[in-house]
Every structure is written in C-alpha cells, then in structure tokens.
C-alpha cells in the first residue's frame, strides 16, 4: 500500500510538470510543400526578423524576408538607388510637385488570389496615416509624412496628394519598410497586423516560421513579373558569426552575411567566394559644436587635422572600409569627389592646437560594433586618442554600450562622440539632414547653421536634377568647411557564398532579392 | 505524502509573487526605456509619449504592477513589445526546444557523471581515479562557449560529421505535434527527420552535458566514498555478495540522494534555458531568446520567462523529494506512516 501510494504522488507530480510543459508544444501550421536540396537556396543571417509586416518594423533582418514577398509602387534599380517601376508602371508629378499620378499594373494578384488595384494602394497608405496611424509603425511617418491624402481615380490609377513639395517621397516609394503592398484582405482578417502571416504580390509566397529557426518561403509561380528561377527559399537564423561561417563552409547555407574581414581567408580557402559592394553607410566623429571649445570652427578643423583618416580606417577596417572624404557615400547624387576635409598634416595642427591652449578633452564612445564600424567605437576612440596625444591632446574616453550611449547622448556631456548612419532610402537628403534634425540622438554634433538648415529645406523641395544635385554638393562643402564632423569611413558590404550559387547580390538598401539568383 | 505534494504546491504561490516582484522592479528600474528601442530611429518625442502612455508605462509602478499580475492569474502574460505578439506563444514556439535539449543533456550527464564518479570511487587514487577526476575538472572549468565552438570546428568544420546549428533541416522538418523533433518525427515515421535531429542535438547536448557531468560525477565520487565505509558495506561484502552487486545495490543506491539532490538542481537550470549554448549553436530555445529580450527592454517577455522558470524549478525540486522516498524508503513526508 505505502508502495502504492509512493508511485501514485510520483506519477502525480511528473504529471504536473508533464502538464506544465506539453502547453508547450501547441500545434503550429506546417508547410504542405516537401522541397528539395536542389531547387532550394539557404540564406543564413545573424538575428531573426522582427515581424514581416513591412509598417510593423524597423529592422534590416526583417527587410531581407519582406523584399522577396512583397512589391512596392516603386523599386531601386539593381546596382543604385534610382527608382525604377514596378507595380506602378508609370507616374506623372504635377508641376507643383503637389501631386503625384501612379498607373498601376494591370491584372496582378496577391498571394490570396485578391486583386492589386488602386483601391489596395490607398488602403495600404491610409493605414499609415493620420487618424489610422499608430505609434509603432516606425517608419509611417518618414514614408508617408508628407502624405495628404490618396485619391482613387480609376481602378488603375491612384493619386497621392503632398501637404508640401518632397523630392525623396519616390525614392521613399522604393523602400522595403512602409512602402510594399499589403494584401487588404490579409490585414483585415489579421487585426491589421500580417507580421506573422504576410500576403503581397511578390515573386515568393510564405509558407511557414519556425521561431528562432527558420522562414520558409515558395516561389509565386502566378508571379506578374520575371518568374524567380529557384522554387524554394530558407531563411535560417545563426546568431554566431563564426558558426555562420562553418555553415557556409559546411554547406548547411548557401550564402551568409555578418561578416568581417577576419573570416574572409577561411572562406575562400574552402573554395567559397565573397560578396563585397560599395555600402550605403558613414561612420563618423563628431564635435559637441554647442560648447566649448569646438564652438570654435577653426579648433574643429585643427584637430581633423591632426587625424590621418586614411592610415586609421586601413589598419582598423583591413581594407574593407573605404576612408571617407565626405558625407555622402561616393555613389550618391550630390557626392563630388573634389570636396575633401582638412587634409592630415599633424605639425600644422599642434601649431593650431598649442595656440589655443587645448589640452584635454572627453571623448564618448560605444563599445559594440556596428554595420558601420566594425572595429566598434571603443577601437576607433582609441585610435583617435592616439593621434591626438601626438599633438599635445590627453584624452579621457567614456564607453558605454549601444543602448546606455544612445541615452547618454542625450545630455550632450562629451567633447567628441562617435557615430555612424545607415542610409535608408538612397537619397542624399537622408544623409545631410542629420546636421539640420532638432532630435540631440540624431544631430549629435549639435550643429545649428540657419543657412545649412535653409538649404536642405530647398534641396527637399527640388524636382530631381542638376538644380537638385547641386544643393547636395553645396551642403557637402559647407559641412566640409564648418568641420562639424570628421567623416572617417563608409563600411564595405561583405557577404559569401557557395560556388554554386549564381548571381547573388547584397543591395546597398541592405536586401537580398531572390528571384534572379540560381544554384547548380 | 499526497497531502505534502498539494502542500509544497501551495507553497509555489508565494514564491511565484515573490519572483514576479522582483522581476517587475528589476526591469523597470534597470532597464533602458523600451520605447525608443520599440519604435525606432525615426521616432519622435511625441510618438515615444503616445506609445508608452497606450502601453500603461506612465501608470505608477504599484497600478503596472497590478494589471500584470491580474492579467497573469488568467492566463494572459501580455503582448510582446517588440513583436507584438502574445507573449505565451512567443515562449511555447521555443520552450519545446530548451526541454529537448536540456533532457538529452541531461541524461547524457546523469550517465557519464555517475558512472565517472563510481568508477573513481572504487579505484580510488588509482589512474581511473585521476583520469576521471581530471575530466570532471575540465568539465567545470571550460567556458561553455569555447567548448561549443571547438566542437563546432571540429566535428562540423573539419570532419563535416555533424551539422553546426539549428534543430533539423528545414527540409526535413516534422509536423509539429508536440513540439520535440524526436518525437514528432517518430511519430509521423519520417525516419530522415529523426536522424537529422538527433545529429543536430550531438554537438550542443555533448557541450552542455559536460558541466553537470563534471558535477555530477564529483558528487557520486565523494558519496560513494562515503557509503563504501559504511559498516553495511562490510557486512554484505563479508556475506559474500559479488562485488558488482555491492557497488551498484548497497553502496551507489545508499549514496544516491545527495546525486539525485544535485542531477535535479542542474535540470532546473538547464530547463531555465542555457544561454550560451544556445547562441553558439542557435539553438532557438528559451534561454538566448530571454537575453535578446533583456537588451531590447522587452518587459513582458522578461516577466513570463521568469515565472515559468520559477515554476518548472519548484516542480522538479518537488519530484527530486518525492523521488528520495523510493531511493530510501526510511524517508517519509506524511506524519501517518511514520
């Protein structure tokens, strides 16, 4: 009996925690499709996506899943950020900038058989606009901000009116966060959120998400564009960069990103080949020009001076950054390769630097890498750091990790700081307004020049064009000239890939489109 | 003895309070403000206000504290932040994965540990002895991660034996009926999946196993020593009873409390996901997914994990104690069988 009841409190409290776990394992919808090695390419990233809800996230990891699904008004071109048509075939801008007309493209279908029409258009964008917006859609408000509201003219054509002229609203059109088309019935039946179950137009269709493991996407053989030459398409989830690497090798992927110049011989010695384009990024120094003593922009220019930007980026990055000369990245509109900052001549710059009486000053910095700065702030700071003591200059560096330094940015307590940008719509105005943007995490330099500010007003403003284009070059010599930053590189995009893998490409926008890529 | 259990459960519900008010105040007092991060680089001051001010964040912290608790006595432990999805889903889409792993671990740790340790024990200071014990060393002090990518080097790198991450192939994935890829794919009978997971489960279960073994074994070594001076001992020995009986009937059942004590404490942990392991071989369990919600200041993740893993480790201590009344029927819980 005592034996008895010892075995029942054992299966008892095993059963208990049995109860407890099977809550666990809670049916998930799997895929029906049973693909094959062949026709199957594997793309390794570092992190999981966010959500694939393309007005529901921020995230790069997110963008490299939605750019194969979904399609845009708009799309860049392969090897730049110009747009091209793509479910809008054409478009007309009235003189007054005012209003743009989109013909959209006939008899195309969401994955769930729906029809793309005008109406689809306007109720994608009317979601991401006053009153139906909501706080979370991070990029709403930098896509649609200038939005007034949409018309429906006919079932293929749509209207778009602007409250103001905006030049980067169609270069905003292109992009992967805000701008694709959602299927409306999918949002409907998804409480307006298809971050787990997205339905666009695009040449893969969803199959299935394994949390933290992998997404699944299928070829869209009723796709209206180019058809994608691979059937299936796995996104798989290796938080390790070294792992990542040893799956490529291994051939658990086909193609990885993430990776630095460290790994790049390991690589191609087992036969591998590498993926490296020009990125659409900067990474920067930048003076607190509020206060003293780099209020003062001749100082600013003595200490960029004292820097030899080319010889530091080399030995920090081992060629696989490209040493700054200015803001923009050199593929950009408005990049002139004529503009250069103070060119490095260390004994001009101690004569400048004694006679100001500058002795010392505080450095802030981050410790993590970044898609920029690979090295992390902390190396670059300490580089920096070295220069300066050459010149009579102590520095005393703060670090803090990336989310504890952007909030200490804030106060603005720092001489210099180090930062860096990622473009996100290939226009330069999204590069140079970082010196007119009132937001302290933005503008960390705390640069305030009413004529600078004035001119990214026009340069918004602008019709696309010579006029356009030589705004840019204007503010990228005022910025060169005030030395309110000292540009220090522009990271290269580095990716792999199998030998059998044909025609893979990393956009600069930072998406992996699919749908030309084979494997053998 | 049924009554203790329905004791000791009862004894789970302050503990649960406890542990959530912690969590809740530890969060919001160290954590950076989710909101930014939530919202992005484009956010403005504005939108940063209408969000946390639509997620309750500008309540007092005793009325955040009140609607959580309320919320999670039925059953609803929020909505992520980040994803925006409820937060029990997000944690059983990954629990299945951290139990799979933690048990075959484990196992593999509870067999080599004992059997180290008894084989040190009985050939004390013999070579077996130091072999044994210089294994147990390493295994408690090599940094996991190293270890995990040592092995990936190795045995995926250069011998190509073994994949190097992940749970099974992609293409190989069974139908999800209880989440454990063993299982499901047994169950379906797709054979190629159940090969392909337990190849997935070698290198992180061999790498997480090695630190409880190391334990385990050092435990069973110095209980056995203890149990093998026992006068019992003599006296079985000195009935003639096979040495093999002796060890593994009189002295390692004699001795296995304080082991059962130790193998129960590793699986708590191990259950409460392990968090290097789980990164260096992106396993997509609980544990490194908790950590990415700790940098992202995502609340509500945070508090749920931390209450289920408070529970799973009170319930398995629970069957470590009923468990002692079969290894030594001299204990008793209930004052009737006394």
């Known amino acids: 009996m005592k034996k008895f009841k010892r075995i029942a409190a054992l299966v008892l409290s095993v059963a208990l925690v049995g109860i407890s776990l099977t809550g666990c394992g809670g049916p998930k919808e799997s895929s029906d499709t049973t693909p094959k090695a062949s026709d199957t390419l594997i793309y390794a990233q570092g992190a999981e996506p966010r959500g694939l809800d393309p007005a529901m996230v921020d995230d790069g990891e997110s963008a490299k899943v939605m750019i194969n699904i979904y399609d845009g008004l708009l799309k860049y071109s392969k090897d730049s950020t110009k747009v091209e048509p793509s479910l809008a075939k054409s478009w007309d801008v009235s003189p007054d900038g005012l209003t743009y007309t989109f013909h959209l493209q006939e008899g195309v279908k969401f994955h769930d058989g729906t029809d793309f029409d005008a109406d689809a258009v306007k109720f994608n964008i009317d979601r991401q606009l006053p009153p139906q917006v909501t706080a979370d859609m991070a990029y709403a408000s930098f896509v649609y901000g200038s939005v007034k509201d949409v018309q429906v003219v006919d079932k293929n054509t749509v209207k778009v009116n602007l409250t103001a002229p905006s030049t980067p609203f169609l270069a905003n059109l292109a992009m992967v966060m805000s701008a694709p088309i959602i299927s409306p019935k999918a949002l409907k039946d998804n409480n307006n959120n298809v971050n787990q179950a997205p339905v666009g137009t695009g040449p893969y269709k969803f199959v ?200 200490k940015l804030k106060a603005g307590n720092y001489d210099i700081c180090f930062y860096g940008w990622i473009g996100d719509n290939g226009d330069p105005d999204n590069f140079m307004y970082l010196l007119a943007h009132e937001d302290p995490s933005m503008n960390v330099a705390l640069y305030k020049n009413p004529e600078f500010n004035k001119l990214i007003v026009k340069g918004v403003e602008t019709p696309a064009g010579a006029d356009r284009i030589a705004i840019y070059t204007q503010l990228e010599k005022m910025a060169a000239a005030d030395a309110a930053w000292l540009p220090v590189s522009h990271a290269e995009t580095l990716c792999a890939y199998r030998p059998n893998i044909s025609d893979f490409y990393f956009h600069m926008t930072g998406v992996t489109p699919f749908v030309g890529v084979s494997k053998k | 003895m049924l009554k203790y259990i329905f004791k000791r459960i009862l004894m789970l519900i302050p503990v649960l309070i406890g542990v959530s008010i912690i969590v809740f105040l530890i969060m919001r007092v160290f954590s950076p403000d989710p909101a930014p991060i939530v919202l992005g680089q484009h956010a403005t001051q504005e939108a940063v206000e209408v969000w946390r001010q639509a997620n309750g964040l500008n309540d007092p912290i005793y009325l955040q504290y009140f609607h959580y608790i309320t919320g999670a006595l039925t059953g609803d432990l929020g909505i992520s932040y980040y994803t925006k999805m409820p937060v029990t889903k997000e944690i059983f889409a990954r629990f299945p994965a951290t139990i799979e792993l933690a048990l075959v671990a484990i196992m593999l740790a509870s067999f080599f540990g004992i059997l180290i340790g008894v084989i040190s024990a009985v050939k004390k200071n013999s070579i077996f002895d130091n072999a044994g014990m210089f294994i147990a060393l390493i295994g408690v002090s090599m940094p996991i991660f190293w270890l995990g990518i040592l092995l990936i080097i190795f045995f995926s790198g250069t011998l190509h034996w073994l994949p190097s991450s992940g749970r099974i192939d992609p293409l190989l994935q069974p139908l999800d009926i209880t989440g454990f890829y063993l299982i499901d794919s047994l169950v379906t009978n797709n054979m190629d999946g159940f090969k392909d997971a337990f190849r997935h489960l070698v290198l992180p279960a061999s790498a997480l196993a090695m630190y409880s073994m190391a334990i385990i074994a050092r435990m069973t070594r110095s209980s056995m020593l203890e149990t093998l001076q026992q006068d019992f001992i003599r006296t079985a020995r000195a009935k003639g009873i096979s040495e093999g009986r002796v060890i593994i009937r009189h002295a390692l059942r004699n001795g296995l409390i304080p082991i059962v004590t130790v193998i129960g404490l590793q699986l708590g942990s191990l259950l409460g996901g392990a968090v290097l392991t789980e990164t260096v071989f992106s396993w997509p369990g609980i544990g490194a997914y908790t950590v990415a919600c700790i940098l992202k200041s995502d609340f509500p993740v945070v508090q749920g994990v931390v209450l289920l893993i408070a529970s799973i480790f009170v319930l398995v201590n629970l069957i470590v104690d009923v468990f002692y009344a079969f290894l030594d029927p001299r204990i008793k819980y209930s004052k009737k069988e006394v």
């Open chain 1, 208 to 407: 299935n998400w394994a949390k933290d493991e992998n997404i699944v996407l299928v070829r869209n053989d009723e796709y209206w564009g180019t058809k994608a030459l691979t059937k299936n398409v796995i996104f798989k989830f290796i938080k390790d960069n070294s792992a990542r690497v040893v799956a490529l090798n291994n051939g658990e992927a086909d193609m990885i990103d993430g990776i630095d110049a460290t790994v790049v011989k390991q690589i191609t010695d087992a036969g591998n080949k590498i993926f490296q384009a020009p990125g659409m990024n900067i990474n920067y120094m930048a003076y607190n020009t509020s206060k003293k003593p780099f209020n003062d922009p001749k100082l600013r220019a003595a200490i960029s001076q004292s820097i030899n930007v080319p010889e530091m980026v080399k030995s920090l990055y081992q060629g696989y950054s490209e040493p700054a000369t200015s803001i923009l990245p050199t593929f950009m509109e408005g990049y002139d390769k004529s503009i250069a900052q103070v060119p490095y001549d260390a004994e001009a710059a101690a004569t400048a630097i004694k006679a100001s009486g500058l002795t010392s000053v505080k450095l802030m910095t981050y410790t993590n890498p970044r898609p920029y700065n690979s090295a992390t702030g902390q190396a670059l700071a300490e580089a920096v750091q070295g220069y300066l003591s050459k010149v009579g200059v102590t520095c005393t560096i703060d670090s803090y990790d990336w989310t504890t330094y952007r909030e």
